[in-house]
């Protein structure tokens, strides 16, 4: 398999105009949109993910010939191995903050009955087959349909996502988190 079916380094997409990057607590203030987020439901909230300003989602959109959902992620604790829900394989992201001195994204094997449509899975079995050392402030796409899970998060993690939406662009603010 070639390098580039885990992760990329993205140069077509522009960096956020620093007067678009909201403040942590501002973020947070929008109020989570997708509140079923959490992997494990039995634990506390570790991932939140909120709206963009108009501004923002214009500006990506404007790169990709289909309709994309743009959002701000935060994370604040490692997150399990697990496979993202939706149907794409592609997700951009650019990290404001990485969440952490030494923060990695990792790529194990796939097993026969992975639920590939999404969710969190058992390590066992499983062979590390690539190792992302995060950096921030730079675009980098991964493949979310191959089993990965992130290591090292000792603050929160805000990242910029970008990801083909499954919602038409009035339908943005639903329930449903694309
Ligand atoms: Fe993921």
């Not at 923060?103 to 066992?124: H, M, W």
């Not at 290591?151 to 038409?168: F, K, M």
């Amino acid at each position: 398999m070639d390098e580039d079916h885990y992760h990329s380094d993205i140069k077509f997409l522009p960096p956020p105009n620093p007067h678009d990057i909201v403040a942590l607590d501002a973020i947070r203030a929008q109020g989570n949109i997708c509140p079923t987020a959490n992997i494990d439901p039995e634990k506390e909230s570790i991932f939140a993910v909120y709206d963009v300003s108009d501004e923002l989602l214009e500006q990506y959109q404007s790169h990709f010939p289909y309709k994309v959902a743009v959002r701000w992620q935060i994370v604040t604790a490692d997150l399990p191995i697990h496979y993202d829900w939706g149907t794409s394989s592609d997700k951009y992201l650019y990290l404001i903050d990485t969440g952490g001195d030494d923060v990695k994204t990792e790529f194990y094997s796939e097993l026969d009955d992975d639920p590939i449509e999404g969710g969190s899975l058992d390590i066992e079995g499983r062979t590390l087959i690539k190792t992302i050392q995060e950096v921030p402030n730079s675009w980098f796409r991964i493949n979310v349909k191959t089993p990965h899970r992130v290591v090292g998060i000792t603050r929160p993690r805000i990242a910029l996502i970008i990801r083909p939406s499954v919602l038409a662009f009035h339908e943005r603010k639903g329930p449903l988190c694309p």
